[in-house]
Structures are given as C-alpha cells and as structure tokens.
Antibody, heavy 122, light 110 residues
Framework: QITLKESGPTLVKPTQTLTLTCTFS??????????VGWIRQPPGKALDWLAL???????RYSPSLKSRLTITKDTSKNRVVLTMTNVDPMDTATYYC??????????????WGRGTLVTVSS | QSVLTQPPSASGTPGQRVTISCSGG????????VYWYQQLPGTAPKLLIF???LRPSGVPDRFSGSTSGTSASLAISGLRSEDEADYYC???????????FGGGTKLTVL
C-alpha cells in the first residue's frame, strides 16, 4: 500500500524559506521509473505543479518557480524534501506530495498525500 | 493562467452523459499523454484517467477519456450525485519541460 504524508510549518513569514518534507511508504525511490513530486493548490484555485524528482535523481521544476525551488531525496529514509525560498503571500496554498510514474510521453500522479496547508503571512 | 484550457463549469442531471474538454497545443496534448484527476470536495485529487484513455483499477467504466489532435475530453456517462467534483486535465509540455494542469472544471449534478 502506497502512502505519502506531507509535513512542515503551517505558517511562514514573507521572505522566509519554506521547507516541506514528504515521508512515504510502500515503494522505493530507487525503483526505475518512479518519482515523487510536489503540487500545490491555492485556496479555491487550480492545481499547480511545482517539482519532480525521479529514481535516478533527475529533477524537474516548474519554469516559473525554478529559481526558488530545490527538491532532494533521501532514499534511506524514504523522504523527499522541497525548499522554496523567498516566500510571498501568493504562495499560500495546500501543498501535496505525489507518487509519480515516469512514462515515455508523460508522467502520472498515481497517489497523493492528504496535503498540508501553508499560510504565508506576517 | 493555464496553458491547458478547460471550461470552468459543467452540469448535468442524474443519468445523463456529460463531457469536459481540455484544449492545449502541439507541445503538450499534441505530443504527450493526457491525464485526468478528480477532486471531490475537501479531499486530495485522485487519478481518474491515464495515457489518454485508460482507467486505474477501481475507476468505473462510466468514465472515459479521448484525445484528438491538441484537445482531450473526459466523458462521464450515467451521471451520479457522487460525481460532483472538480476535474483537472494534465499533460507534460515539451517546451516548458514540465507538467501543465488545466484550470479545472467544476461539475455540478443538478
């Protein structure tokens, strides 16, 4: 059974760095084709893909946020960490961790965590 | 603003068939798989359709996906009240080298 759980601060001040951790079980991030990603959803708005890290340490970032994001993995602890620098109130959102399968012509998000709401406010 | 364009809303009565469109371009839908996600109120999204028209185990065959050129569609037949949710299309974009989501369609069952 694949599960993912997000953890991190619920409140962050503007200009600070946000660090989110995804702790997963039921799969290994050393398995070919497997990845873990982050997707966010501002209140009442659409899904917004942020980043992906694959089994071979290939990393992909949203072009609009690339300069502010870093994604890393710790396969021994079954964890993936996303850091976002210089946060702004516009970054207020529910952040989801997802299990991803890399395909020849796309990538699916097969399993989702429950999400964690992060509010950016002074 | 999403590069994948969906209608903001759709509606139907129980038993009806409804379709939700997703319009993109040659660098995304035109050359890569389309995925659909269902988000029930207050919950995390769930994969509904993958590789344009395949259903994960457990997804009823009332849900079907199709593509044509740079557009995709999600069809729901035999509409039920529990289908009331937000639906999102998604695809990899070769130019952006990342995943694009549509703006989402809120389905109301009247």
């Amino acid at each position: 059974q694949i599960t993912l759980k997000e953890s991190g601060p619920t409140l962050v001040k503007p200009t600070q760095t946000l660090t989110l951790t995804c702790t997963f079980s039921g799969f290994s991030l050393t398995t070919s084709g497997v990845g873990v990603g982050w997707i966010r959803q501002p209140p009442g708005k659409a899904l917004d893909w942020l980043a992906l890290i694959y089994w071979d340490d290939d990393k992909r970032y949203s072009p609009s946020l690339k300069s502010r994001l870093t994604i890393t993995k710790d396969t021994s602890k079954n964890r993936v960490v996303l850091t976002m620098t210089n946060v702004d109130p516009m970054d207020t959102a529910t952040y989801y961790c997802v299990y991803s399968v890399q395909e020849v012509a796309g990538t699916s998000f097969d399993y989702w965590g429950r999400g964690t709401l992060v509010t950016v406010s002074s | 603003q999403s590069v994948l364009t969906q209608p903001p809303s759709a509606s139907g009565t129980p038993g009806q068939r409804v379709t939700i469109s997703c319009s993109g371009g040659s660098s995304n839908i035109g050359s890569n798989y389309v995925y659909w996600y269902q988000q029930l109120p207050g919950t995390a999204p769930k994969l509904l359709i993958f590789r344009n028209n395949l259903r994960p185990s457990g997804v009823p065959d009332r849900f079907s996906g199709s593509t044509s050129g740079t557009s995709a569609s999600l069809a729901i037949s035999g509409l039920r009240s529990e289908d009331e949710a937000d639906y999102y299309c998604a695809a990899w974009d070769d130019s952006l080298r990342g995943v694009l989501f549509g703006g989402g369609t809120k389905l109301t069952v009247l």
